[in-house]
């Protein structure tokens, strides 16, 4: 997706570790403008898909998801991070490389049913640790994972690879092959 | 906004303690097209002020802020909560009563800049924590606040009132006067 990568390229920063912040217009203040085109664009991709919902986790991800949701007109559910209070949740551990951090995740059970078909959908896929915790989330739940959007994956990191060999439909819209101080290089 | 209340008095659940969880269609399953309608109704109601960005607080801000910020076509900047790692960023404590837990919240200097015209928007306002936690840090900034929009005011606590008192223009989409486990009571 051109208009991502020129922005990625522009005010992306990269750190040491594989980081690449991309606070100025996704993570932290929102460019709308361009996650409107991000939206139509997971849109674009999986329009054939019947989805019945789309799930994602705080709080990077609900920006996204629910942009994105107008173009498929479905509800968005967000897994939330922190303490399981009660037992009508499905919870998870998902652990962040980047914030180097392990968190409890997890979906009130009315809010995922069995059969439904999910889009899950995230801004970063790297080794893949928050999408593998969401699926186990909807495994939990008996519903079924019809699909992975990611704005923008690490293609250097084994997630998307790992992802794509077990047969999930995943859809990156930028997809980074590698990256240091002096650029980001993005696969054609 | 008719829609908003029905919605709340149909799926609205009280708890003890002045607890009102929307959880259903606003904090954690999200209904698309009624936020929709809440972006647009905030339009509505400040379309004639100029505005160049709007200010929440993750997680549940982020979904009205974004969609609101469609009708707008300013971008959106939340406020994010946790340590605070190095001095770049405009801090402040808030308390939520909710949760009963203090988190410290903060916003990046370089996404919110002095004389910036600052939309506020929230999901629930009570005792005013949250929002007076977002002008503090629009006030560091030396931005001005020109407005504050909040989905759901419980009227029966001191926020709004004091809010307005002192000048602010408060929309709230619905404003609670009382409720309790028999249901909940609006304002006309």
């Known amino acids: 997706m051109k208009t991502l990568i020129d922005k990625i ?5 990269v750190y040491p570790g594989n980081i690449l912040k991309v606070d100025s217009f996704l993570n ?10 991000i939206g139509e664009a997971f849109f674009q991709r999986f329009k ?9 986790i705080e709080a990077s991800g609900i920006a996204i998801a629910v942009i994105a949701a107008q173009y498929f ?4 559910v967000f897994a939330k991070k922190g303490e399981v209070k ?23 059970k009315n ?7 999910i889009l899950i959908i995230d ?21 079924q994972v019809v699909g992975i959007g990611i704005v923008i994956e690490k293609g250097f990191q084994e997630g998307g690879a790992r992802l794509r060999s077990q047969g999930y439909h995943l859809e ?9 101080q002096k650029g980001v290089q993005f696969r054609e």
């Open 123 to 143: 801004d970063f896929l790297a080794k893949g640790e928050a999408v593998y915790g969401l699926i186990d989330l909807v495994n939990q739940a008996k519903a």
């Open 111 to 117: 809010f995922l049913k069995e059969n439904e078909r």
């Open 9 to 13: 390229k522009s005010e992306g920063q």
């Open 86 to 108: 009660h037992h009508l949740v499905y919870s998870t551990l998902i652990h962040s490389y980047t914030k180097n951090k392990t968190s409890i995740v997890q979906v009130n």
């Open 48 to 56: 054939h898909t019947p989805i019945d919902k789309i799930l994602t």
């Open 28 to 37: 932290h203040q929102i460019d709308v403008e361009l996650l409107k085109a």
């Open 73 to 76: 007109k479905v509800p968005v």
């Open 172 to 180: 990156s819209l930028a997809i980074i092959d590698s990256m240091d």
